[in-house]
């Protein structure tokens, strides 16, 4: 199927964290899904901001994607609510109400289940229910609402440390080259496919130094940081803006394929 209208909404993972050009924008798998279906008449937004969170995203994204009138929208959340305070239930709701906002105007959608990162994180057993609960809830959903799964919870690729940036959670250029994959395979669009061959050779081991400066420089930066925000009524994500609000054509396809 030739899609002409693409919108990708979500959190940092869909805006392209940490996949980074050399003029310091952010790529990302959405910008390489766009350049693979890229053709006359093609355009492409990306409504994601990082930091959101599901009841985030239907009520500050959903309006502005229907109001594109999309014949693609892709959808890549639930991960800042996994690492919220919100249970189980409400992640379950959230992910209930936004497929079925999505998929009420916008024919084709495509949803994801998140690979478990929770041994990457610090507390992480405490975010794996959250995450299995995300995943059933998206499972139930697509199969509900009528949206293409991109089942990635089984992805080998989360145990690899190449495919993740400096903080251990967003992804490398190697892991969104990697998701595009999944989601071209996902649609049954035509992709380069070694963006989904493993890796050769094994991670070089963490040592206890490289430990301890992720948790200087990655983690308790972070930490410190969403507490002063929750003081201060500040969200994750608030500030920020859509890199493409708007359906535009591709001006860079080259820069994307890579």
């Not at 003029?23 to 959101?52: E, I």
């Amino acid at each position: 199927m030739k899609y002409q209208r693409f919108v990708a909404l979500g959190d940092s993972c869909a805006e392209g964290l940490d996949d980074l050009l050399p003029d310091g924008q952010y790529r990302g798998w959405a910008d390489r899904v766009a350049s693979a279906l890229d053709a006359p008449g093609f355009r492409y937004a990306n409504l994601a901001v990082r930091g959101r969170r599901l009841d985030q995203m239907l009520v500050e994204q959903v309006p502005s994607a229907a109001a594109l009138e999309p014949d693609l929208v892709v959808l890549f959340g639930g991960g800042n609510d996994v690492m919220s305070n919100a249970t189980q239930e409400q992640i379950a709701q959230r992910a209930d109400a936004m497929v079925r906002a999505v998929t009420s105007f916008a024919p084709t959608v495509a949803v994801f289940t998140l690979s478990d990162i929770s041994h990457r994180m610090p507390f992480g057993r405490r975010m794996r229910p959250r995450i299995e609960t995300l995943n059933a809830a998206m499972r139930t959903a697509a199969s509900r609402y009528g949206a293409i799964l991109v089942d990635v919870e089984a992805d080998e690729c989360v145990h690899d440390s190449r495919y993740f940036g400096p903080d251990r959670l967003h992804l490398s250029s190697l892991g969104h080259r990697r998701l595009a994959g999944h989601v071209l395979s996902a649609l049954g669009i035509p992709f380069d496919e070694s963006w989904l061959a493993p890796l050769e050779g094994k991670a070089a081991s963490a040592s206890v130094l490289d430990h301890w400066r992720w948790l200087r420089d990655q983690v308790l930066p972070v930490a410190y940081s969403r507490t002063r925000n929750k003081l201060i009524g500040r969200q994750p994500g608030d500030g920020f803006v859509p890199k493409r609000p708007q359906l535009a054509p591709l001006t860079w396809p080259q820069r994307v394929s890579r």
